[in-house]
Each structure stands twice: as structure tokens, then as C-alpha cells.
């Protein structure tokens, strides 16, 4: 945040305004709230050894994310890691 409020205040090109800083500080606020949340309400009603299982896609989530929203690619080796990880669930799971 401390990064973000000086980013702001400065305001050197190609770095986004105040408003749209602390914008973007609560929706990270927000969204990391709700998926902490949605963790305790998986660890509340099934099993708690799915939910942490399950909770351990997050940066499997995250890579998905930058494909479908900031069209980046992937390379051969990190498609094969998110297959690996992908398996490793269904089989720790399953």
C-alpha cells in the first residue's frame, strides 16, 4: 500500500491515479477476502483434507486467470507443471 500511495501522489507516467490505485488495493482487498472465505465455508461443510487439497490450485487459478483475462502464453514446461499439479490433485482427492 505504502508502494501504491507514493505511486500515486508522484504520478509518473504510465502509473494510474490515486483513485484508480486504491481502487484496485480494495478489489484485491475484497477478492482475497472472499476466497478466504470460501476456504472456511469448504472446510465447514466436506472434508477438510479436500478443502486444503483444493485451496492448493490457487496459483494454478492465477496462471488461468492471466491467460483468459491478460491473453498471456504459456510455455511448453509450465503447461506440463499445471498438468502435473492438476493430476496431483485429482489423485490426492480422488
Request: proline share 5%.
Amino acid at each position: 500500500m505504502t508502494a501504491t500511495a507514493i505511486a500515486a501522489v508522484r504520478r509518473p507516467r504510465g502509473i494510474p491515479g490515486l483513485r484508480v490505485a486504491w481502487t484496485m488495493v480494495v478489489a484485491s482487498g475484497v477478492a482475497d477476502a472472499a476466497g478466504f472465505g470460501a476456504f472456511l465455508f469448504a472446510e465447514g461443510h466436506g472434508p477438510a483434507s479436500l478443502a486444503v487439497v483444493l485451496s492448493s490450485l490457487a496459483p494454478v487459478t492465477t496462471v488461468v486467470l492471466a491467460l483468459l483475462l491478460l491473453r498471456e502464453r504459456l510455455s511448453r514446461p509450465q503447461a506440463v507443471a499445471i498438468g502435473i499439479g492438476l493430476l496431483g490433485v485429482v489423485l490426492i482427492a480422488g
